[in-house]
């Protein structure tokens, strides 16, 4: 007995395939295989009950919407956007020495009326106006500020 695969029927497998294969390459390609193997199975399942050219008027329009409305809109819900923490703020701000910091040893910086250990490869003196370069653990790496 010869199995025979109709059109409807590869476009359901494919689209369960398409499917598959988002849940094993994960969120990388933005939902856009679980929609586009969601297309093709409704299209195909249709087909399946109609004909097969109804099946393909249905799957390029359903293809050309996603592709036209929702996949910016699915993009944008989806897109990680990154957000400056409180301290990361902190790199590029000004501020004044509170006690002397040297290169051998961490002293105390104000910055944004809060006071910070700070380390410098230079020698840094009370009231010396500073800028942040960076911060490793809970030290601000500052420099003396330039005028």
């Known amino acids: 007995m010869d199995t025979v695969v109709t059109i409807p029927q ?12 988002e849940l ?3 969120i ?3 939902f856009d295989l679980v929609l586009i193997g969601s297309i093709l199975f409704v ?16 799957a390029s329009a359903l293809s050309i919407l996603y ?3 929702g996949r910016n809109k699915i993009r944008q ?12 703020k902190l790199v590029g701000a000004t501020g ?17 009326d809060e006071d910070w250990r700070a380390s410098a490869e230079e020698i840094l003196y009370e009231r010396d106006a ?9 030290t601000l790496i500052v420099r003396k500020l330039s005028k």
Do not use: H, W, Y
């Open 10 to 21: 590869l476009f359901v497998i494919a689209g369960l395939l398409l499917v598959l294969a």
């Open 130 to 138: 500073i800028v942040v370069e960076g911060i490793e653990g809970v």
């Open 77 to 88: 819900k989806v897109a990680v956007v990154t957000k400056k923490t409180n301290i990361d």
């Open 43 to 58: 299209s195909g399942f249709v087909g399946m009950f109609t004909n097969v050219p109804l099946m393909l008027v249905l």
């Open 28 to 30: 990388q390609t933005g």
């Open 67 to 69: 592709i036209a409305v």
């Open 96 to 112: 004044t020495v509170v006690r002397s910091v040297t290169p051998d040893t961490a002293g105390l910086v104000r910055v944004n």
């Open 24 to 26: 094993l390459v994960g």
